[in-house]
């Protein structure tokens, strides 16, 4: 079954105290992307990643790291995390076709984390 | 960074009835993309244009990518109550899924039964 799994799902912790949500796909998909979505918002892109090694920033990266040693894992650092960090925390993975013999484009949201920093 | 507009921010309508919603930009995108959140889950890929002028259809739903490149638009035809939900849309400048993307604020649906 095409999955992208996230942990922890849920997550309260102390400003200051480094956290690492970790994510993970099993399509074989190149390319991943790390969101925040907060209420009333649509998701804001704060990291991607078109291939291993290769990262870059999305439109609110500060405050964040990522890395991309693996094909399928893409994990999101928070060095120091601060209360303005309490979010919902999306992790996805897609994959372009040909568009030939029926073959699409393909994309999966992991399930989401909910982080709390007090 | 870029910014789409998504209107309208939430729709009441009573089940059979049609949707319509837009989101418009102030730049191009090479691609659109459609999603549905339904609460606590991630959002689900409903449709993705990639050409100017294309028109997508996934069941009871149409998608329209804008001539200007500056806009989508996505209707529902005949809601059902499943249909309940939030959409979105997301613009890209790169292929499908590679680069940055750029997300409305949503558009949150009601059906009454």
């Known amino acids: 079954e095409a999955q992208v799994t996230q942990n922890p799902r849920y997550l309260i912790t102390v400003t200051g105290k480094k956290l690492t949500v970790t994510c993970s796909q099993n399509m074989n998909h190149e390319y991943m992307s790390w969101y925040r979505q907060d209420p009333g918002l649509g998701l804001r892109q704060i990291y991607y990643?078109?291939?291993?090694?290769?990262?870059d920033k999305g439109d609110v990266p500060e405050g964040y790291k990522v890395s991309r040693k693996e094909k399928r894992n893409f994990p999101l650092i928070l060095e120091s995390p601060s209360p303005n960090q309490t979010s919902l925390y999306f992790c996805?993975?897609?994959?372009?076709?040909?568009?030939?013999?029926?073959?699409?484009?393909?994309?999966?949201f992991g399930p989401g984390t909910r982080l709390l920093v007090l | 960074g870029q910014q789409l507009n998504q209107s309208p921010q939430s729709m009441f309508i009573q089940e059979g009835e049609d949707v319509s919603m837009n989101c418009t930009s102030s730049s191009i995108f090479n691609t659109w993309l459609w999603y549905k959140q339904d609460p606590g889950e991630g959002p689900v890929l409903l449709i993705a244009?990639?050409?100017?002028?294309e028109l997508t259809s996934n069941g009871r739903l149409t998608a329209q990518f804008g001539t200007t490149r500056k806009d989508s638009f996505l209707n529902i035809s005949a809601s059902i109550p499943s249909d309940v939900g939030i959409y979105f849309c997301?613009?890209?400048?790169?292929?499908f899924g590679a680069g940055k993307s750029t997300f409305g604020d949503g558009t949150t649906l009601t059906v009454k039964p």
């Open positions: 244009l990639y050409k100017a002028g």
């Open positions: 996805a993975s897609s994959s372009t076709s040909n568009h030939q013999d029926g073959d699409q484009d393909t994309q999966y």
């Open positions: 990643s078109m291939n291993v090694e290769v990262t």
């Open positions: 997301a613009g890209q400048l790169r292929n």
